[in-house]
């Protein structure tokens, strides 16, 4: 039976301009991935886009420079990574108030927000003392495993 679902899904993409499809039906989980189309391109196309790689080098290392600067500004800045993949939620239910807020000062251990997981709400608290300089994420947004959710001014 699952044989012919697999043939089934693999029929599908290869009908459709999917690059992949993934299905979960009762704890199984079937992942299917195609190549992208290689395109192809005339040699003149490619020769006018050479011309421009220098230009795109010289903004690009125009950007480094100024990401540099803001870099050395926050050599304090402390980020607070999402251990897991899930929902972000910046306070313990829809009526209450955010766990913290930009500015706020915060100790190792405190609470700064809840990341759903699989139904399980695991609160993230924070491992230095500081203030909030920055919330990177929304209230009730997907987010990454590692993804930065805050930015703290570390007391240090």
Not at 5 to 16: A, F, P, Q, T, W
Not at 76 to 94: Q, R
Request: proline share 5%; net charge negative; glycine share 4%.
């Amino acid at each position: 039976m699952w044989k012919d679902k697999i043939k089934e899904i693999i029929y599908m993409l290869e009908n459709s301009d999917v690059n992949e499809i993934e299905v979960r039906f009762w704890f199984k989980k079937i992942k299917v991935t195609k190549k992208p189309p290689v395109l192809n391109v005339d040699s003149a196309q490619l020769s006018s886009e050479s011309q421009n790689i220098p230009i795109l080098v010289k903004q690009e290392s125009d950007k480094q420079d100024s990401e540099s600067i803001k870099d050395s500004k926050e050599v304090n800045l402390v980020e607070i990574k999402s251990p897991m993949p899930g929902t972000f939620y910046s306070s313990p239910d829809p009526d209450s108030a955010s766990f913290v807020n930009i500015g706020d000062n915060v100790n190792a251990g405190d609470t700064v927000c809840i990341v759903e997981a699989m139904k399980i709400m695991n609160e993230i608290q924070v491992e230095e003392s500081g203030i909030i300089e920055e919330v990177l994420v929304e209230n009730s947004s997907p987010v990454e495993f590692g993804q930065v959710l805050f930015k703290l001014n570390s007391s240090k």
